[in-house]
């Protein structure tokens, strides 16, 4: 079905292999991440991540040239999931592609991979045009565990996107640093509830004692959300 005339046919075909998880279905996917349809090329990237065969790794680097951005975005996620260090570079060059959607794709991709070299180039996409790669920059670099993260995480609490911010106290949550607490105990009093929720957990997550009689204060805030996140803080601590 994969040479069907039909390309929804292509494209259902791609997506169906990817669900059976058979690695009699790697080069047929392969031969149609050249297909002349964008979908059926999409699809065969997806699949590939979901069968995960190291196979795929080379043809999905050159996928991240493809002409079509849903291509390039399937291929930087496809490689996430593969985690095979062979991609890192290939995905740090993606997070300077034209289109936003490659650009939080190789972010994410990155943070799966777990590889230092993504380190300084998500610090720099924590600078990123749009709210969705920086988004992705913060919590590819909380995945990192680096500490060189920690001193660009704090700046960025000051994003004015308040989704970001949420994920970049997550993020300073996971590196465990105490550099990050006073500005994280002063956003339990920020105005917007998504902020003062992400600060709790990630209050809970520093481990510091320092954040105990600020969450207790936490626990009468207007916003259930928020206490819930204290109160998970509290136990955390």
């Known amino acids: 079905a994969l040479k069907d005339r039909d390309s ?3 494209q259902g075909a791609a997506q169906a292999l990817g669900q059976l998880g058979d690695a009699r279905a790697v080069e047929p996917l392969i031969a149609a991440l050249k297909d002349r349809d964008s979908n ?3 699809g065969a990237a997806q699949a590939l991540g979901q069968l995960r065969d190291v196979r795929a790794v080379e043809p999905l680097i050159t996928a991240l040239k493809d002409r079509n951005s849903n291509v390039r975005q399937g291929a930087a996620q496809a490689l996430g999931q593969l985690g095979a260090p062979p991609a890192v570079e290939p995905l740090i060059a ?3 592609d034209r289109d936003s959607n490659v650009r939080q794709g190789a972010a994410q991709a990155l943070g799966q991979l777990g590889d230092a070299r993504a380190v300084e180039p998500l610090i720099t996409a924590l600078k990123d ?9 913060a919590q590819a670099l909380g995945q990192l565990g680096d500490a060189r ?6 700046t960025a609490l000051r994003d004015h996107d308040s989704t970001v911010w949420q994920v970049v106290a997550q993020a300073l949550g996971q590196l465990g640093d105490a550099r990050a607490m006073e ?3 002063i956003a339990l009093r920020d105005d917007n509830w998504r902020v003062r929720q992400g600060a709790a957990q990630a209050l809970g997550q ?8 600020p969450l207790i204060t936490a626990l ?3 916003d259930w959300r928020v206490r819930q996140g204290a109160a998970q803080a509290l136990g955390q601590l």
């Open 8 to 10: 929804n046919v292509r």
């Open 220 to 222: 009468k805030d207007s």
């Open 40 to 42: 059926v090329r999409q």
């Open 129 to 137: 045009s749009d709210w969705r790669v920086r988004q992705g920059a």
């Open 94 to 96: 993606a997070l300077k």
């Open 183 to 185: 500005f994280l105990i």
């Open 206 to 213: 520093l481990g510091d004692a320092r954040a105990v009689e």
């Open 149 to 154: 993260a920690v001193a660009p995480l704090i």
